[in-house]
């Protein structure tokens, strides 16, 4: 028996009071469950926010381990849609890449579940919600702070935090309890979800290593190359080649499924955690990485100069403050209003071509392509002013940065 437990053993003072867990499966929150019931008395209810990392059975074999460590009640929420439709939309129309590399996987997969664990901590009437953070990293804060905002007042239970417990004494615990589970840690640590898997392991923790082969999820089995085609409506993935989706969530699952299989997408981040430290991860992300490049593509032919400009700017703070959490802040809907006004004539086909490890955009075909030849065509012919035209404006469009040259050599 582990001696930190045994001195930081509950006296069951909160005996049948309700907790909200939000619960995976793994180690640290099989661990919350037996803490909670066994130590403090809770009555503990687990739910699970399926964000497009499980399978059916995976779910089903998750709810089973939960009953088994003891829980009230366990609810699986399928967010896969929801999701889409909360955040990872307005991350395809601002085509936010943290860091120029990054398609924020797991932050905002993390912000959507911590979103959904407190609307079911509402409706279940709970007085303390718990999840299985560490004090190590991001997740922590974004749980946290989600929880403040939306059910202020409910207590928020860390055990794994609270107790600073190593994954050693976890297992020591469980193994005390009688918990049957697979303790071995795996080489590297995965996290799946519908905008992309995170990879994190030895080579991470430093500033120089690559991920070997081994350590990607998805195997590659596609040589040769392969030409789709992506139909977006008003920024929306909508179809692939003929086939079109009731939901953009399942063209991006339909997506990853063709290239994913190339081994596209794969690449570290480097990245500021909100809690000031660096780090770096590995993910794969073949469906995000196309559709932002492909969406941009689109967009730069039918967008004007300054709505790309200022989508840029807006997309850029829109990342960052939803990486550190902030979801929530009202200025996130002002910035999603600007978004999908923005979207408006994003609308056409563009065209891929899959090879292995990587991708290019060949073009697109769009009502609303502003490279129309019929207003000339880039450095041959223009039908829309004459050279005289163009005479006078260079003059008068430099006209205040020639005073400024002229006003200068007068004073010297």
């Known amino acids: 028996m582990v001696s930190k437990i045994d001195s930081l053993k509950g006296s069951q003072e909160r ?44 779910l089903k074999d998750i709810e089973a381990h939960a009953y088994k460590l003891g829980v009230k009640s366990h609810t699986t929420i399928d967010a896969v849609k929801s999701y889409y439709d909360r955040i990872i939309k307005y991350l395809v129309f601002g085509n936010v890449l943290k860091n120029n590399t990054y398609p924020l996987s797991v932050s905002a997969e993390r912000l959507v579940q911590a979103l959904h664990i407190a609307e079911h901590a509402k409706a279940m009437g709970a007085k303390a919600v718990a999840h299985g953070s560490t004090g190590a990293g991001n997740d922590q804060v974004r749980f946290d702070m989600i929880f403040h905002i939306m059910i202020p007042g409910v207590e928020i239970i860390t055990p794994i935090r609270d107790l600073k417990l190593s994954r050693e004494e976890e297992i020591d615990y469980l193994k005390f309890k009688g918990v049957e589970m697979n303790f071995a840690k795996a080489v590297y640590s995965i996290n799946k979800g519908l905008w992309g898997t995170s990879v994190g392991g030895k080579e991470t923790l430093s500033s120089k290593g690559m991920l070997p082969e081994e350590a990607w999820p998805t195997h590659v089995s596609k040589t ?68 932002l490049k492909s969406h ?80 000339g065509k880039y450095g041959e012919m223009n039908t829309g002013f004459t050279g005289e035209d163009v005479r006078g404006f260079s003059k008068i469009f430099g006209n205040q940065t020639s005073i400024y040259h002229q006003v200068q050599e007068s004073n010297k």
């Open 15 to 58: 005996k049948g009071e309700k907790i909200i867990l939000g619960f995976s499966g793994g180690l640290d929150t099989s661990f919350c469950v037996k803490y909670l019931t066994d130590e403090q008395g809770y009555e503990v209810h687990s739910i699970i926010v399926n964000t497009g990392g499980f399978t059916e059975e995976e």
């Open 224 to 291: 040769g190359d392969e030409e789709i085609k992506l139909h977006f409506n008003k920024g929306e993935l909508i179809a692939i080649n003929d086939q079109s989706f009731a939901h953009p969530a399942e063209a991006i699952q339909q997506l990853q499924a063709i290239a994913g299989a190339y081994g596209i997408g794969r690449d570290i981040h480097v990245g500021d955690t909100i809690i000031g430290i660096k780090g770096r991860v590995g993910f794969e992300a073949a469906a995000p990485m196309i559709i």
């Open 296 to 375: 941009h593509a689109l967009e730069k032919h039918v967008l004007t100069k300054w709505q790309l400009n200022w989508k840029d700017q807006l997309a850029l703070f829109y990342g960052n403050w939803l990486h550190e959490g902030q979801i929530l802040d009202p200025v996130m809907r002002d910035i999603e209003a600007f978004f999908q006004n923005s979207q408006e004539n994003v609308t056409g086909e563009v065209f891929v071509q899959l090879l292995p490890y990587r991708f290019q955009v060949i073009g697109i075909n769009s009502a609303y392509d502003l490279m129309s030849s019929k207003f």
